[in-house]
């Protein structure tokens, strides 16, 4: 089996010959080519070079088009700040408070800062490896949509303290997303992730996250075309895992390191991939055995119940993580294929 076969397998419950694997390797890719995260997130050719050389180095089961949200930031009016070997953020949101969010003219993907170059390395990498592995594209949720735009800080506290003006911004920003989506898919992606921090429980609590985004998300995923796969950006995702099963397109759930795997397919039921679930800290220093342990381990939970995809469980894997851990993450899929009898 491809790459591609392999997952569009695990997605539907059938047989594979080992369990797909696969981690965010943006920045990382780019430390293989000897480029900055600068020029990597700036520029389309640099950024398909990076991820060339993740398939040349490590031949992972999917791979993600550009992850850099201060790019949609930016396209708002932010400012971004550059670092040595990590992904970029916003230095400073285009608005300072939600009342002034409404004055902003929502993004074109096709035209606003760095957005088109995120498109054009896109439709690159969906030609490059067109029926052998699956890309995928990364977009914030209707939820933390309007922080990229004025800030995590004060976001939070219209949620908490204006839930009527935080429900009134999420439904003026959601057309952005829509409209990334539709381009992204156009470009020619196998599906999207979209990722919903207050979906975990460090951010909001299950009831809030039930009534203020939960609905947000179906009319979001409603408007999309599958597969979608939700993904938390760190934390705990376990407490509102019950209340996803049911959102349209919904192919998949991403799982924190610290949510058990085991609670997770019993409340996810047994039509969703799940995903997970790493802890990305475990990559930073030298690990191998480490991780091939906790590979192992994830494996032997999650996957006799099917469906499942064996990755790190936050955003990009450290710049300064040796290629050997990788190894080991990917190594454990073939020995647990073994140990297990095949597919």
Same mark, same amino acid.
């Given at each position: 089996m491809n790459s591609l076969e392999r997952?569009?397998?695990?997605?539907?419950?059938?047989?594979?010959?080992?369990?797909?694997?696969?981690?965010?390797?943006?920045?990382?890719?780019?430390?293989?080519i000897a480029a900055d995260p600068r020029r990597c997130y700036s520029d389309a050719d640099t950024y398909v070079a990076s991820q060339q050389a993740v398939v040349d180095a490590l031949d992972p089961d999917m791979i993600l088009s550009p992850f850099d949200f201060s790019a949609i930031g930016?396209?708002?009016?932010?400012?971004?700040?550059?670092?040595?070997?990590?992904?970029?953020n916003l230095r400073r949101p285009a608005v300072s408070s939600v009342q002034h969010l409404f004055d902003l003219t929502l993004p074109s993907p096709e035209k606003t800062a760095r957005l088109p170059l995120f498109l054009e390395a896109t439709k690159r990498l969906t030609g490059r490896f067109c029926g052998e592995k699956p890309v995928f594209a990364v977009l914030p949720g209707p939820?933390?949509?309007?922080?990229?735009?004025?800030g995590l800080e004060r976001w939070i506290e219209t949620l908490l303290t204006d839930p009527e003006t935080a429900d009134r911004a999420i439904r003026f920003t959601q057309p952005f997303i829509f409209?990334?989506?539709?381009? !992204?898919? &156009? #470009?020619?992606?196998?599906?999207?992730?979209?990722?919903?921090p207050l979906a975990?429980?460090?951010?909001?609590?299950?009831?809030?996250?039930?009534?203020?985004i939960l609905p947000r998300l179906h009319d979001c995923f409603s408007q999309m075309?599958?597969?979608?796969?939700?993904?938390?950006?760190?934390?705990?995702?376990?407490?509102?895992?019950?209340?996803?099963?049911?959102?349209?397109?919904?192919?998949?759930?991403?799982?924190?390191?610290?949510?058990? !795997?085991? &609670? #997770?397919?019993?409340s996810l039921g047994p039509d969703l991939l799940l995903l997970g679930n790493l802890d990305n800290i475990l990559f930073a220093g030298p690990a191998v055995a480490e991780i091939r342990a906790r590979s192992l381990e994830c494996l032997r939970t999650a996957a006799p119940a099917g469906r499942f995809i064996l990755?790190?469980?936050g955003g990009?894997?450290?710049?300064?993580?040796?290629?050997?851990?990788?190894?080991?993450?990917?190594?454990?899929?073939?020995?647990?294929?073994?140990?297990a009898g095949g597919g």
């Open positions: 997952l569009l397998a695990t997605i539907n419950g059938q047989s594979v010959d080992r369990v797909p694997v696969f981690a965010v390797l943006g920045t990382w890719g780019a430390r293989l930016e396209a708002f009016g932010g400012e971004v700040v550059w670092f040595p070997n990590a992904v970029p939820g933390i949509l309007p922080a990229l735009a004025m409209s990334w989506a539709s381009a !992204l898919q &156009k #470009a020619g992606v196998t599906g999207l992730v979209i990722t919903e975990t429980s460090e951010m909001l609590p299950r009831t809030m996250f039930e009534s203020m075309e599958g597969p979608l796969v939700l993904h938390h950006t760190g934390g705990s995702i376990g407490h509102v895992l019950d209340l996803l099963p049911g959102l349209p397109h919904l192919a998949g759930v991403s799982v924190g390191c610290r949510d058990d !795997l085991v &609670k #997770a397919r019993r990755c790190n469980s990009d894997i450290p710049w300064s993580c040796p290629q050997e851990n990788l190894q080991a993450m990917i190594d454990a899929t073939v020995d647990y294929a073994r140990e």
